[in-house]
């Protein structure tokens, strides 16, 4: 990923005109890259994902290339942004989305864009998004505030927006005003996922068992990681639930 780490350094160091113009030369180079016809996924949990919600991820057509193209997409967009070019920041965030459909971070990063332009009545679709294809607990954590900020600029269900806000509030800084225990009673009456989507749990463990059979250690590390993380937050969110207790 030469190219990526080029890039992400001039970013990192402010130059900002020379970094739109090498990943210029970067596409003028690879035209292919600029027709998005194919997808690119950060590892097999995303593969996953994309045929479970989306479509048969053996039907399509993969992008076969060293450098996470979506990546690149999303830090031309930053450039771009930073250039106070609002409408290309857009449309190479949404060309990376094209790419990475299940892409949490990436949907993320859209969300904090329409927050900065006040555009917050697009964040409940991107929030619910993030909702049913994070792995990541702060990217979850950080979900659950997007979704009150749409409810909160959009007028809409302040009962919502209250135990959304007091959740978040909870698992970002481990402070409530109210029983968090009554935020996800409401939650799951009102179909707001609870936690970690038991889908990706699923997910875990069948890439486990599968790169267990096959001797392949740090993949099993890396992938047992993550379900370490994952469950210890859901069971932490369902002993509240039954019993009340403060993680």
């Not at 996470?68 to 070019?85: C, Q, T």
């Not at 009962?159 to 799951?188: C, T």
């Not at 990706?200 to 590390?221: C, F, P, S």
Request: with cysteine.
């Amino acid at each position: 990923m030469e190219f990526l780490n080029q890039i992400i350094e001039l970013l990192n160091t402010g130059k900002t005109d020379e970094l739109i113009e090498r990943i210029d030369s970067f596409l003028d180079e690879n035209p292919q890259y600029k027709t998005i016809d194919y997808r690119h996924f950060a590892n097999p949990i995303e593969e996953i994902l994309y045929s479970v919600y989306i479509g048969d991820v053996d039907s399509i057509k993969q992008l076969d290339l060293d450098e996470p193209l979506e990546e690149i997409y999303v830090i031309y967009s930053i450039a771009h942004m930073m250039k106070g070019r609002t409408d290309e920041a857009e449309r190479y965030l949404n060309t990376a989305l094209e790419i990475n459909p299940v892409s949490a971070p990436i949907l993320m990063r859209l969300c904090e864009f329409y927050q900065q332009e006040h555009k917050e009545e697009k964040l409940k679709d991107l929030s619910l998004a993030i909702m049913k294809y994070t792995y990541d607990t702060d990217l979850l954590t950080s979900s659950y505030f997007k979704l009150a900020d749409y409810l909160f600029h959009t007028n809409q269900n302040m009962e919502l927006y209250d135990h959304l806000f007091n959740f978040f509030m909870f698992l970002k800084s481990g402070e409530a005003q109210k029983p968090v225990k009554e935020d996800i009673k409401y939650f799951r009456s009102n179909d707001v996922p609870v936690g970690i989507n038991m889908e990706i749990i699923k997910i875990l463990l069948y890439l486990i068992e599968v790169h267990t059979e096959q001797g392949m250690v740090n993949a099993v590390a890396y992938f047992k990681n993550i379900l370490d993380d994952v469950s210890d937050f859901n069971e932490k969110l369902l002993r509240i639930e039954n019993e009340g207790e403060v993680i």
